[in-house]
T-cell receptor, first 112, second 114 residues
């Protein structure tokens, strides 16, 4: 399975934009890039996903490099509620199975 | 929709006892996943089902762990006998057609084995 690499931790000031990077140099053509986040004492929640083009939704934006070997999750204005562990994962849609494997993620701290 | 429902939310038991964790996926979701989360190992995929059929159980730690999905609205994860190292938060997640790409997680079951 293709792997992802993320920084262990990042800090941001409240109301500032946050760029969370993810490297996935062994990504295959059928892998979707997904982002989830996990708030303290909760289960992970979906943030956004994409394949090749940049994506926007109400929570965040996803910028995907042209070669797809890296991506960046963008939170446009960090709030205290955005303090969480952010997971970048690849979803391999194989012909007979479908796995979602989480790595250690990036722990984001938001400073008031 | 009520979301993925897990029970119990907290379980404290003694070593050697049987533990059964339960999950009700979101109606209409064809995929169900069981994860385990610990500080040391993070989120680990244990097993997942597609249309009630176990597809990959390579993440199940050992024979003490078993999972079933008797119908589309119910799944169990059983540990027998339980050991202190099984202490963790166990998450269940369900997913609709893979084209949508989203997993919906429950709130988890926190297991403590004394």
């Amino acid at each position: 399975d293709a792997k992802t690499t993320q920084p262990n931790s990042m800090e941001s000031n409240e109301e500032e934009p946050v760029h969370l990077p993810c490297n996935h140099s062994t990504i295959s053509g059928t892998d979707y890039i997904h982002w989830y986040r996990q708030l303290p004492s909760q289960g992970p929640e979906y943030v956004i996903h994409g394949l090749t083009s940049n994506v926007n939704n109400r929570m965040a934006s996803l910028a995907i490099a042209e070669d797809r070997k890296s991506s960046t999750l963008i939170l446009h204005r960090a709030t205290l509620r955005d303090a969480a562990v952010y997971y970048c994962i690849l979803r391999d849609r194989g012909t007979s199975y479908d796995k979602v494997i989480f790595g250690p993620g990036t722990s984001l701290s938001v400073i008031p | 929709d009520a979301g993925v429902i897990q029970s119990p939310r907290h379980e404290v038991t003694e070593m050697g006892q049987e533990v059964t964790l339960r999950c009700k996926p979101i109606s209409g979701h064809d995929y169900l996943f069981w994860y385990r989360q610990t500080m040391m190992r993070g989120l680990e995929l244990l097993i997942y089902f597609n249309n009630n059929v176990p597809i990959d159980d390579s993440g199940m730690p050992e024979d003490r762990f078993s999972a079933k999905m008797p119908n589309a609205s119910f799944s169990t994860l059983k540990i027998q006998p339980s050991e202190p190292r099984d202490s963790a938060v166990y998450f269940c997640a369900s997913s609709p057609d893979p084209d949508t790409g989203e997993l919906f997680f429950g709130e988890g079951s926190r297991l403590t084995v004394l």
